[in-house]
């Protein structure tokens, strides 16, 4: 129901744009993040957006270069990934809150229950 997308290999210093669409039910009341795992990491936190696509919140390591959006009409969210550093490489997942309508955003994986599939990228330096 979630599917992300626009993963690739890029060099350090260049840009991504992640889609994640959602399908089958809306998530308009949900907030949504983005979460990323390295290999032989945890999943961790990356940005999510409220359900009114305002009061974007990051993780201090994508502050100033990573911007989380969401286009309601297409019930999609977007991660826009600038200054990408290889310490960026990671699958990246985007989320929906398990709440409807919840007015703090979160950045523990529990507070979130629907998934997308996960999009490799990759940033060689």
């Known amino acids: 129901q979630l599917q992300a997308s626009g993963g690739g290999l890029v060099q350090a210093g260049g840009s991504l744009r992640l889609s994640c669409a959602a399908s089958?039910?809306?998530?308009?009341?949900?907030?949504m993040a983005w979460f990323r795992q390295a290999p032989g990491k945890e999943r961790e936190f990356v940005a999510a957006?409220?359900?009114?696509?305002?009061?974007?919140y990051y993780a201090d390591s994508a502050k100033d270069r990573f911007t989380i959006s969401r286009d309601t009409a297409k019930n999609t969210v977007y991660l826009q990934m600038n200054s990408l550093k290889s310490e960026d490489t990671a699958v990246y997942y985007c989320?929906?809150?398990?709440?409807?309508?919840?007015?703090?955003?979160?950045?523990?994986?529990?507070?979130?229950?629907?998934w997308g599939q996960g999009t490799q990228v990759t940033v060689s330096s």
């Open positions: 989320a929906a809150d398990r709440l409807s309508y919840r007015t703090t955003l979160r950045d523990v994986a529990d507070e979130y229950d629907y």
């Open positions: 089958g039910r809306a998530f308009s009341n949900r907030n």
């Open positions: 957006v409220s359900w009114r696509g305002d009061r974007p």
